[in-house]
């Protein structure tokens, strides 16, 4: 069995043990474990991820809760260069990779939360798991509640920070920031001329959200009110909030003599390809969101459109997404995530006409903090026999830095099948 390398231990005498199997941005997490009389121990491994036996030597014989990260699962990939058939290949910093006939298969990259790990956990006394994301792709749920374990996740902490990112891609994509820094970098630059480096105007133009949920909806509206621009979105549902905000908006535009903004919504995602200057993608992911975006429907989008993706990186088919940027060099895209991270497709990185970030939308000080904090307060809630949060997107109360938070869990998404009951607070 694995040992992991290094562990940092607070509060060693501590009267329930908690790992975390990554150190966590920020203090405040470890105060609110510590001061609860929780033992917390690190993982401080250099690993991006840790493999199973890794985990289950961080669990050891008595463990009442853990922390641990969702990563996103690695899909083969071909590879170009020719290789021994079944030759093996250490990746720097990530697990054993083997190489069959030309093809990655990777073996882990992302924590893997399932019957082995949580029946392990059952055992060593344990009953709470919590990943530092909203995300709980790699838990497996059942298995967690066949064992008795409540397994938490983080929402409500990322909108705004995600809805930022997205709307940067969106600028950065729209005015050629990043290919005029690298010019500018390279000592390319000569003097003013009129047609360096022209981007697309923002103001007046089309945004098109495809899913307007809480970050789509929150992404339309710095959009809207930081460039004036119209709305087009597709939802299965109506986001009646938001065209509340556009109406509310667009009538003070005209009371102080402006043009008036605008808002639809369409029938069909294609209307909002064919019609928006400017498109960010927020759906789930699930089978009917899977190439969402293909060679079809960027085939309908406009020639000049600039397509953002802060979502889930299969939504796109990055093969085709290649090569239609190839052939539409004035076609921008500002892509977040990746559809076979953490690799790109062969040829995306060498597109200019591109603006890519590793998976950072969630990136803030603050949200990285929150996102610690609610995790901990998740695993510290279920050892404490804390009732559950009413709302999980309304955590304001537990993020207030001077005040202690309340006594409940902020977010169990199999509560109701362990039986947990709801806080009246």
């Excluded at 005015?175 to 000569?190: H, K, P, S």
């Amino acid at each position: 069995m694995a040992k992991p390398i290094s562990i940092q231990i607070w509060n060693p005498r501590g009267k329930y043990r908690v790992v975390s199997t990554k150190p966590m941005p920020g203090s405040r997490w470890i105060r609110l474990l510590t001061d609860h009389d929780c033992r917390l121990e690190i993982c401080t491994e250099k690993k991006t991820i840790l493999s199973v036996d890794d985990i289950l030597a961080l669990i050891g014989d008595k463990c009442d809760g853990v922390i641990g990260q969702e990563s996103k699962t690695g899909l083969p990939f071909l590879f170009a260069n020719s290789f021994h058939h079944h030759s093996t290949h250490q990746l720097p910093g990530d697990p054993l990779s083997i190489m069959d006939g030309g093809r990655w298969r990777l073996t882990v990259l992302t924590e893997d939360w399932g019957e082995t790990l949580f029946s392990a956990l059952s055992r060593a006394g344990g009953s709470a798991f919590s990943n530092m994301a909203v995300g709980f792709n790699n838990v497996d749920v059942k298995a967690a509640t066949k064992y008795g374990v409540a397994v938490g996740n983080t929402p409500g902490v990322l909108t705004e920070t995600t809805a930022e990112l997205a709307a940067a891609l969106s600028l950065a994509a729209a005015r050629r920031v990043v290919e005029a820094d690298m010019f500018m970098r390279a000592g390319l630059y000569d003097g003013w001329l009129p047609h360096l480096f022209v981007g697309n105007l923002l103001k007046g133009q089309t945004v098109g959200v495809i899913g307007a949920g809480r970050i789509g909806s929150a992404y339309a509206r710095m959009m809207i009110e930081g460039f004036k621009m119209n709305l087009i979105y597709y939802d299965l549902y109506q986001a009646t909030r938001l065209e509340k905000f556009v109406t509310d908006y667009g009538q003070f535009l005209q009371s102080i003599g402006e043009q008036l903004v605008t808002w639809k919504r369409a029938a069909t995602m294609h209307d909002v390809l064919r019609e928006a200057d400017v498109i960010s993608l927020h759906p789930i992911l699930d089978k009917t969101t899977h190439h969402l975006i293909n060679k079809d429907s960027l085939s309908i989008m406009k020639k000049e459109a600039i397509l953002v993706n802060a979502s889930r990186g299969p939504v796109i088919d990055e093969a085709a997404l290649v090569e239609h940027l190839k052939a539409n060099p004035m076609f921008r895209v500002g892509l977040d995530v990746f559809e076979e991270e953490p690799f790109m497709k062969p040829g995306l990185a060498e597109q200019k006409n591109t603006v890519i970030v590793p998976h950072i939308a969630s990136a803030s000080k603050w949200t990285r903090e929150g996102m610690a904090t609610l995790a901990a307060l998740n695993v510290l809630g279920k050892i404490k026999g804390y009732p559950l949060w009413s709302d999980p997107n309304r955590v304001a109360p537990f993020l207030d830095e001077n005040s202690q938070p309340p006594t409940a869990c902020p977010s169990i998404v199999n509560g109701k099948q362990l039986g947990l009951t709801t806080s009246k607070l």
